[in-house]
């Protein structure tokens, strides 16, 4: 019986991933760093999961891995974060088409939600303060960033959502559009849904059990979009 469906953010709940791009760029910027990520950059470097990592992996392979760059990495993601806040504040970014309403079914059947998600908790929380009114936030369960040792493809933040869920992952649905969000789902035992975002468009989706190109097709009643009663 299915009991949860657990969401990824970035690229899932939202096309979020050229906000953080632009964020990063700005945060270069205003600390007087050269760098500049362009689209096809940045899509070069999501193969690496998490903002920090994927700072250390630009810096260790375009930089030679310099001290002094290494010790601004902590300083450049904060700022970082705190422009993508104010960027999705002001935009008001939006949820993908159909999230909204699978939520909103969800719930109207007693189906549990929860996020798992490589982005920090702060993004997390601004990005449900622009969608969800402030006393009635959808998620039960929301595991985020560093409260996971090892980041996406590791199974870690999917498990501690399963675990803090606590249901098993046969009895959940995950939501996610990247490979390495595939495979991390993948591993947590969890039956994985796949929705392709801007920047996952070459993804292999190799182990959804379903992939469809955003949950607003049109036509289909959820509870057999993906094959699956729920209850
Ligand atoms: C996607 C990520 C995140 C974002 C940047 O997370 O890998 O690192 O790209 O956010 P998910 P941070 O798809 O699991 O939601 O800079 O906060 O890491
Ligand atoms: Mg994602």
Known sequence: MLKALI??????????EDLHRQAF?????ELGLSWHWDSACYADLLTVMG????????VATRHGDAADLRARMPEIHTRKTA????????GALALRPGVARL??????DDVRLAIATTT?????????????????RPFDVIASGDEAARKKPASDIFD????RLGIAPSEAIAFEDSAAGIRSALDAGL???ATRSRYTESHRLDGAFSAVSDLGEPGHPHRHVFGVAWA
Not at 51 to 58: C, F, I, M, N, P
Not at 83 to 90: A, C, R
Not at 120 to 134: G, K, Q, S, Y
């Open 51 to 58: 903002g920090k990592e994927r700072l250390a992996h630009y």
């Open 160 to 163: 501690l959502a399963v675990r």
């Open 120 to 136: 920090t908790r702060a993004n997390v929380d601004t990005l449900l303060a622009v969608n969800f009114p402030a006393g009635d």
């Open 191 to 193: 039956p994985v849904l």
């Open 83 to 90: 422009i993508y806040g104010g960027l999705v504040s002001e």
């Open 7 to 16: 969401f990824d953010v970035d690229g899932t709940l939202a096309e979020t």
């Open 25 to 29: 760029n700005q945060a270069f910027s």
């Open 103 to 108: 939520i909103a079914e969800a719930r109207a």
